[in-house]
């Protein structure tokens, strides 16, 4: 079996498990605490969660998992409460207020297929239900464990995190004073708050899980934030080479918008240049671990190659 192909292969495993198992987490029957669970909003989470995307986020966790030999199903439950966060950020980043797409992943997005408050309330329950997961003694059975990875979801995904990025790319936008132009450090802080939070998380996440020692920590650290950056300028570079058949959502919106991206900043050519030496501090983050962390090495080149 050739490198591409393992990779594809361990790709597309994470992503089916995740998905059977973010089916599973988003049932009819209530849990413990609850009274019930309303059909429309659970439709709607259901719209939002299942049916698309390559779990990325989940894949990277479950690969840093097991570089450190933590348990595989502990793993992908952690990756199904990312990605349920993951999918809260991007049903609340497609309303109207915000970016105001109707397409995701090549269907309406939850308020076009729904309604904006069953979106809004969607988002809400899918962030709330990630806490919920990654709490879980299934998770890890080491409580300091579950309060790790708590502690750092929250601080990726708020205020100085994910969130945090989002508002200050609303005001790079325009949306509460006069636009300003963005300089490459301020562009490059705005993206890894607002995309690469996330990503970055998933890799520490598989460190926490194994209990990886502080060197290799730190090694994990550095690959995620790298990765981070270059998942969103591959990004940026979609919406200027992309089509949106492809993608499955609208392109050549950053420009439309005004947004500030590092491909306005540095030119086509030159965000290729640099995604080309992100990839490179990737390799060099990982070449510590040898061999064994080829899955994560193969990840970083199909960030930087990915088409959709």
């Known amino acids: 079996m050739n490198a591409a192909h393992d990779f594809t292969t361990r790709l597309t495993a994470v992503a089916t498990e995740t998905e059977t198992l973010l089916g599973h987490l988003l049932g009819d029957a209530p849990l413990p605490g609850e ?99 990654v709490a879980r003694v299934e998770v890890h059975t080491d409580a300091n464990v579950r309060v790790a990875l708590v502690s750092e979801l929250a601080r990726a995904s708020g205020v100085g995190g994910m969130a945090g990025g989002q508002m200050l790319d609303l005001a790079a936008e325009g949306r509460f004073a006069d636009k300003r132009t963005l300089g490459e450090t301020e562009i490059m802080t705005l993206q890894a708050m607002k995309t690469g939070a996330l990503i970055h998380f998933a890799c520490r996440a598989g460190a926490i899980l194994g209990k990886a020692d502080d060197t290799a920590r730190a090694n994990i650290n550095r690959y995620g934030a790298v990765i981070g950056q270059a998942f969103q300028i591959a990004d940026d570079l979609l919406d200027v080479e992309g089509d949106s058949a492809t993608l499955g959502k609208a392109i050549a919106k950053d420009a439309a918008a005004g947004k500030a991206t590092l491909v306005s900043t540095l030119g086509v050519a030159g965000a290729h240049a640099r995604l080309d030496a992100l990839i490179a501090d990737a390799d060099a983050a990982l070449a510590p671990f040898g061999a064994k962390a080829d899955t994560l090495r193969d990840a970083a080149r199909f960030i930087a190659q990915r088409r959709n």
Do not use: N, Q, W
């Not at 719209?47 to 097991?66: D, P």
């Not at 349920?84 to 207020?97: G, I, N, T």
């Not at 308020?111 to 997961?133: M, P, Q, S």
């Open 35 to 133: 009274t019930t669970r309303p059909e429309r909003l659970l439709a709607a989470m259901r719209h939002a969660v299942l049916g698309g995307g390559k779990r990325l986020r989940s894949f990277l966790l479950v690969e840093t998992a097991a570089l450190f030999g933590a348990r595989r199903d502990g793993a992908l439950l952690a990756g199904a409460a990312l990605e349920c966060l993951h999918c809260y950020s991007l049903v609340h980043d497609d309303l109207p207020a915000m970016d105001d797409d109707d397409l995701r992943r090549g269907r309406p997005t939850v308020h076009k297929a729904f309604d904006e408050a069953t979106a809004i309330l969607t988002g809400d329950a899918l962030l709330t239900l990630a806490f919920d997961i």
